[in-house]
């Protein structure tokens, strides 16, 4: 290791502190006032440079400690991605080769389409999920595209955006925004990321929620902070998956069966980070849940 090179220098340190003290008794200390001990200087340098190596060892054990966890970490977060990913992208392709089986051997037009169109639907879904691994890559190195953001109107943009999928889906959608005569306050980010969060979160409570549940939207200033909130009143998610959520590919016991990558919720993160903002998440089972972004003002 690097710092090992310390140790040869210890014989030529105690060599010139031992030849200083030497000095030292033949002379009057003019500043102690004493006639410095030989044996005692000698004794109290080898003390010392004890106390330093062992100082020394003891910071590289531990940063070498330090690096051990942080590369163990980083090896259990990428095999843990990859199972993820294995598993996201078996099930497609399982389903596609079946449905090139059923179209080889299909002796009707009826069974020919229904066979593509489960080809197509696969392809699809693995289209999306290349697409959205690239977008969580670029979000990392992407400049972003900053200027003024009106939030009233971003998130009234949003809430119109939303409203023909909650029709569709027979949700309650609703908004609660501060307006006149104290307005929610203009922000500085990228506003397509912006819009992509909101409607990943708002995605998010639709696929995890029934006809006639509730979806509020709602925002208010905290301090010199601007907090965005999409709350639901769907099944909730387990206290045990919601340390999970934000990782990639991660999809929880209630989210089987639910069309879906895995990876918006991880996009919604990486994009509020980018834009040096916070968010967090309150749930019960049974009761909902509520994503809630933090922001500077």
Known sequence: MRWRWWWVLIPFIFGIMAALAIILTKMPNPILFFQADLWILVIGVGIGLSILMALITGYHAQNKKTQNAVINKFSEDRN????????????????????????SVAETPTDRSSSLN????QVGRLRRLVAELRKLSELETRPLDLGPIDLTVFLEDAFELAKEDAEAGKRNLTIS?????????????DRDLLILAIHNLLENSFKFTESGDTIEMRAFEDGTRVVIEIADTGPGI???????????????????GIPGSGLGLALVRAIITRHRGDIAIRSRSGEGTVFSIHLPG
């Open 177 to 189: 925004i501060p307006r006149a005569p104290w307005p929610l306050p203009t922000i500085n980010g």
């Open 118 to 121: 489960s080809v197509q639907t």
């Open 238 to 256: 387990p206290e045990d998956d919601q340390l999970f959520i934000w990782e990639e590919l991660y999809r929880g016991k209630n989210a089987r």
């Open 80 to 103: 843990r991605f990859l199972r993820r990913l294995d598993h996201e992208l078996k099930n497609p392709l399982t389903a596609i080769l079946a449905g090139l089986a059923n179209l």
